[in-house]
Structure formats: C-alpha cells, structure tokens
C-alpha cells in the first residue's frame, strides 16, 4: 500500500513563499505521475501542476510563473514551490502519485490534503 504525507502548508503573507512537500512510502516501484490540486472554500478541486512520466510540466494559468512541481528521487518526495502568492491561492492542497508496485499493480494514491492560507 502507498501512502503520502504532506507538509509544509501555512499561514502566509501575500507575496511570500511555501514550499509544499508530499513523501511517497509503501510499494513503490515506478511513479508516473505527480501532481498537486486544491480546493478552495465553496469550489471544486482543481489541478495546479502535474508532470506524467518524463514528459515537462504542466501548471494551470492562475500559477505559471509562480509555482513550480519537483521531484527528489532519492527521497520520494514530490514538491510544490509556490512563490508570489496571492489570497486567491488559499486553499487545501492534495498531492496525487500514481505508479506501480513491484509486483505490477498500478496504484493511484492522494495526501490527507493540507491548508494554505495567503493573508492580504
């Protein structure tokens, strides 16, 4: 089973900075695929940055610019740095992992979601 942990989230003044971390563990074999969402008070949940395979990223119109989606291999860890950050960027923010196991499961796994706050 995969589990992710997210840390990182916060109270900000507008024009700061956080950066967002999601550690993957379990039975990980392979990710092909990462990506951050948010939802805001009274909103659907949106994608934010997303990267499949090797391929570039991907960001929503509202962050290019100002968010960028990373990996560290060596530490399992998917990152979303957002800088620039208005009010309109708060939200709960999930990391998704899709990957497969070791012994060839395909597995889609979300973190328990975390508050950002942007004050103005």
């Known amino acids: 089973q995969v589990q992710l942990v997210e840390s990182g989230g916060g109270l900000v003044q507008a024009g700061g900075s956080l950066r967002l971390s999601c550690v993957v563990s379990?039975?990980?074999?392979?990710?092909?695929?990462q990506g951050w969402y948010r939802q805001a008070p009274g909103k659907q949940r949106e994608v934010v940055a997303h990267?499949?395979?090797?391929?570039?990223?991907n960001y929503a119109d509202s962050v290019k610019g100002r968010f960028t989606i990373s990996r560290d291999n060596a530490k399992n860890t998917v990152y979303l740095q957002m800088n620039s950050l208005k009010p309109e960027d708060t939200a709960v923010y999930y990391c998704?992992?899709?990957?497969?196991?070791?012994?060839?499961?395909?597995?889609?796994?979300w973190g328990q979601g975390i508050l950002v706050t942007v004050s103005s």
């Open positions: 990267k499949v395979g090797g391929g570039s990223e």
């Open positions: 379990g039975r990980v074999d392979s990710i092909n695929f």
């Open positions: 998704n992992v899709r990957g497969t196991s070791y012994d060839g499961r395909t597995w889609n796994a």
